[in-house]
């Protein structure tokens, strides 16, 4: 638990080795400092990092089986200065042992057991806060990565819930104008049929996360239009304008398409005579921005464009890019206007 704030092992031997040498280095010139011979401060020292270390490697599984939270708090300092307080009384039993009959070191000894005990708890009653710490920075860390996935996961089932009712919703009118050619043109129904047949075949096994080129996006919107204008017949006329710099630019698949059916479908609302709408395509900085602009009765057809097709267009792209500002309505003089910037990700 204490050593999982480093990530790499072998940054870990590297502490590990530094700290135990630091430490006996340390305990050596202390006890030069008091007077203790070199044949015994190095064995004191040696001794005293050895149960330094042996305290930090048992803090390390207890810790990394139970980190005590809440009313359990104060095992953070009881545990250190237990073990601490073992680890200073099993140095005094060894060195006692081993140097019987030096009567002044041993003195020596027994006086600083206090000190030495200091000595032990106070790093690892912070290892102890450490391995708290580190505890809590994992968990954190967690319930990110858990909200993060719940996310992404909420994220991707409204992008495929999308897309899945844009395809019924075209599907829908397609049959219903299927069943009003059946008895008064049944040549055109067959066409519709076999139009909407390849439409399908070519866009239903597409996954939603595969982006597009426009090229072939405007190879979809072609075969849709062919089956509109058996709908429709001669009052239907899509020019469709594009920029051949934006050709090669990417784009979600089928996005454009329930814009173009909006604006086909409030276009033709209200109004008699032929309907021109005019699809446009073109590269600006970053964006490929596409503008589909139709003639709508300012009397008879809503203006401020709420229908299904542009509210799932703008949620897609929030969902897409996190971002509302990429899908503009403008109306003006009995015509409406979407405009639709598309972030280049690469």
């Not at 990092?49 to 048992?58: A, M």
């Not at 858990?146 to 495929?160: G, W």
């Not at 005579?273 to 057809?301: A, M």
């Not at 799932?312 to 403008?330: A, K």
Request: overall charge neutral.
């Amino acid at each position: 638990m204490i050593f999982k704030a480093f990530n790499k092992p072998q940054l870990i031997k590297y502490i590990i080795s530094g700290t135990a040498i630091s430490w006996f280095l340390g305990c050596f010139f202390i006890l030069k400092g008091y007077g203790v011979e070199v044949e015994i401060a190095w064995p004191d020292a040696l001794a005293f990092t050895g149960l330094f270390l042996s305290g930090i490697f048992v803090l390390e599984l207890i810790f990394g089986f139970y980190i005590p939270k809440g009313t359990n708090s104060w095992l953070l300092i009881i545990i250190p200065l237990f073990l601490s307080f073992v680890g200073a009384a099993m140095h005094g039993f060894i060195l006692k042992w081993l140097f019987v009959e030096e009567t002044n070191y041993l003195d020596l000894l027994k006086n600083s057991f206090f000190l030495r005990w200091a000595f032990l708890a106070i790093p690892e009653i912070l290892i102890s806060v450490m391995a708290l710490v580190v505890s809590k920075l994992e968990l954190q860390e967690e319930t990110q990565k858990r909200e993060a996935s719940i996310n992404e996961l909420s994220r991707e089932v409204e992008l495929n819930s999308i897309r899945q009712q844009l395809q019924p919703h075209f599907l829908f009118n397609s049959l219903n104008s299927i069943s009003a050619l059946v008895v008064s043109q049944p040549q055109k129904a067959r066409e519709m049929v076999l139009q909407l047949s390849d439409f399908l075949r070519g866009t239903i096994r597409k996954d939603h996360k595969v982006w597009v080129s426009l090229k072939e996006e405007l190879n979809y919107l072609k075969m849709y239009l062919d089956i509109e204008r058996v709908r429709f017949g001669h009052r239907l006329h899509v020019q469709i304008n594009s920029d051949e710099s934006s050709m090669d630019m990417m784009l979600p698949q089928l996005i454009i398409q329930p814009l173009l059916e909006n604006a086909i479908k409030h276009g033709l609302y209200g109004l008699i005579g032929e309907v021109d709408i005019i699809v446009s395509t073109f590269k600006e900085q970053n964006y490929l921005v596409i503008q589909i602009e139709n003639p709508f009765d300012e009397e008879s057809s809503p203006s401020s464009g709420v229908g299904f097709g542009l509210s799932s267009v703008n949620r897609r792209l929030e969902l897409l890019f996190g971002r509302s500002d990429l899908l503009i309505t403008c109306s003006k003089e009995g015509r409406f206007m979407v405009t639709l910037k598309i972030p280049q990700l690469k």
